[in-house]
């Protein structure tokens, strides 16, 4: 089993900034990668972006050169740094950890609220 933990979600004026955290524990080794996904209010989850074991990153159009993940082993940690905010990435975002097509793994999620 893995755990995850998200923080840092919150309020933000568009333009602004915030930082995602995602905490994993448990099995961790079986993680082949960890990411982020969202879900705002009458719509699917989608992927946002996501980081592999071995560094490689993948982001979803809607937000790079806007967000950035990143990977602490040491903390086994996953942040999500999120600039330039718009509302229309005003969601509630869930870390995703990925072993395989059938096993996943999610945190509980951390509401964004983006809004003047």
């Known amino acids: 089993q893995v755990r995850l933990v998200e923080s840092g979600g919150g309020l933000v004026q568009p333009g602004g900034s915030l930082r995602l955290s995602c905490a994993a524990s448990g099995s961790i080794f079986r993680l082949y990668r960890m990411g982020w996904y969202r879900q705002a209010p009458g719509k699917q989850r989608e992927l946002v972006a996501f980081?592999?074991?071995?560094?490689?990153?993948n982001y979803a159009d809607s937000v790079k050169g806007r967000f950035t993940i990143s990977r602490d082993n040491a903390k086994n940690t996953v942040y999500l740094q999120m600039n330039s905010l718009i509302p229309e990435d005003m969601a509630v975002y869930y870390c995703?950890?990925?072993?395989?097509?059938?096993?996943?793994?999610w945190g509980q999620g951390t509401q964004v609220t983006v809004s003047s």
């Open positions: 995703n950890g990925y072993v395989s097509d059938y096993v996943n793994y």
């Open positions: 980081i592999t074991s071995g560094g490689t990153t």
